[in-house]
């Protein structure tokens, strides 16, 4: 049977020894609204990385997505996939300390859930072509939070087309983001998973610094697994 994620490889890149975190390309991921990109901030503040950003905004079909998935996925899934690409395209010059708001394998995580199984296999197949280019994370770390934080912390953002989106389409992807993680982690990659239900990355050192000192414990761990 096909893994649910697609093949994964169980050699990570990271280097044998290192300076805590800033050699090294780290993703944050996890369901809409949980703080990937409030998380990504901090750590670039804090600890010497680059921030690589995903450009959301520019997806022109994401508003129109929201009022009729399945009208809409493919076209959003693949321009998700390009845009991506296209951005880490750009880390694969020098993607030594690097802090990215995504990993590219979050467009299997909604593929698998948007896409019709026909126009799935089309999207794996343009993925494992294009995945052969890129440099992958040597570190993800796979935020959680309960569904009613997912909702305040999305309503507060307030993107109007967010609004429709359903509870158990964020549910469903909290499941396949739990499921996506133990996957990477049983294929031998550095993952490291953080419930933020009750944590400020924002306003409060001490839960900020707890998180980072999570982080950079499984970066030891994977260094010395090398
Ligand atoms: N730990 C936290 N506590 C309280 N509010 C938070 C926390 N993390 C993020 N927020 C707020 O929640 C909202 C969503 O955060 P953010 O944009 O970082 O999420 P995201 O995971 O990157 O979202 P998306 O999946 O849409 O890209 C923002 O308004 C942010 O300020
Ligand atoms: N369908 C779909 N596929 C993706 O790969 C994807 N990545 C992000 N998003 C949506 C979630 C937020 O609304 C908004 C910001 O993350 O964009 C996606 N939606």
């Not at 009613?148 to 158990?168: K, N, S, Y």
Request: charged content about 30%; some cysteine.
């Amino acid at each position: 049977m096909e893994p649910p994620f697609g093949e994964l490889s169980a050699v990570s890149g990271i280097p044998a020894v290192g300076p805590g975190l800033s050699d090294l390309f780290i993703a944050v991921e996890g369901p809409i609204g949980v703080g990937k990109t409030t998380l990504m901030r901090r750590l670039a503040e804090t600890c010497g990385l680059r921030a690589e950003r995903e450009i959301v905004g520019e997806n022109p079909f994401l508003a129109d997505f929201y009022a009729d998935i399945p009208r809409w996925a493919f076209q959003t899934e693949m321009f998700f996939l390009t845009s991506r690409y296209t951005q880490l395209r750009d880390v694969a010059g020098n993607p030594r300390g690097v802090v990215a708001d995504f990993h590219l394998r979050k467009n299997l995580v909604f593929a698998r859930r948007t896409l019709s199984p026909a126009e799935h296999d089309r999207l794996v197949r343009v993925y494992d072509v294009l995945v052969e280019d890129l440099p992958m994370p040597d570190l993800t770390v796979f935020l959680d939070a309960e569904l009613p934080v997912l909702r305040r912390r999305i309503a507060e953002r307030g993107r109007d087309f967010e609004t429709q989106i359903a509870d158990d389409y964020l549910q469903g992807l909290r499941e396949d983001y739990e499921q996506l993680a133990e996957t990477m982690r049983a294929a031998g990659e550095a993952v490291v998973r953080i419930d933020v239900t009750d944590t400020d990355i924002l306003g409060d050192e001490a839960d900020f610094a707890a998180i980072r000192s999570r982080i950079e414990a499984t970066a030891r761990e994977a260094r010395r697994a090398r």
